[in-house]
């Protein structure tokens, strides 16, 4: 087996033993296919980038895993991307991958939610690129679906939709200020916030139209 098809088995033995998935078996259906449209992606910004194709699809593969882990407290899912790190390097370090791979890929992995990891590493391109990879898809056209449905949209008032959804046009306005690990990324992310932003927009337009006749 090559190391990325050692990786998949892994996730997939992973997710399936996870107590949490267990119980939301349609939550770890999401993660897993999440995670694999993470590697899709990384696997192009990698190509497109000259960086190492196969550690970026290993890392975007794993980079949630921490999530078949209990969370301890409501908010620790903060801490996934260091759980996840934590979960996968004595995997990573059985792998046909040199120690600075292993490094870089943990590092990247534990970095990817809010930039911070518990042991010391480097924001390279590389290392930014996971976490570049996982904004792509969750700034993508399904992640708008999964976000209203959780946010439970349609049975919120009509003032309320509205107030969603200008703080979530002002989120993206801030959001497409922020500069990616590379230039492909960064493309990548601001071409998918500007269709959600497109999207919010159209349907704050229809929330204005939703409760009488403008004279």
């Not at 991958?97 to 911070?116: F, K, M, N, R, T």
Request: net charge negative; with cysteine.
């Amino acid at each position: 087996m090559t190391n990325i098809q050692k990786t998949e088995a892994f996730l997939k033995e992973r997710f399936a033993d996870g107590a949490f998935f267990k119980e939301h078996q349609a939550d770890g259906e999401y993660r897993l296919q999440h995670s694999y449209r993470v590697a899709h992606i990384a696997r192009e910004i990698a190509r497109k980038e000259g960086l190492d194709e196969e550690g970026l699809i290993i890392g975007g593969l794993l980079h949630d895993v921490g999530y078949c882990l209990p969370f301890e407290r409501e908010d620790a899912w903060w801490e996934h991307g260091r759980m996840s790190a934590r979960l996968v390097r004595p995997f990573l370090e059985q792998l046909d991958l040199s120690p600075g791979q292993v490094q870089e890929i943990c590092y990247g992995i534990a970095i990817h939610v809010d930039g911070e990891a518990d042991f010391a590493g480097e924001k390279t391109p590389f290392a930014l690129s996971i976490g570049d990879a996982d904004d792509v898809d969750r700034f993508d056209a399904y992640r708008i679906y999964e976000t209203m449905v959780f946010e439970d949209f349609r049975n919120l008032k009509i003032d309320d939709k509205c107030k969603w959804l200008r703080e979530k046009l002002d989120w993206i306005s801030r959001r497409l200020d922020k500069r990616s690990g590379t230039e492909t990324a960064e493309q990548m992310i601001r071409e998918r916030l500007l269709y959600q932003r497109q999207y919010y927009e159209k349907v704050l337009e229809q929330m204005k139209h939703s409760e009488t006749i403008i004279v």
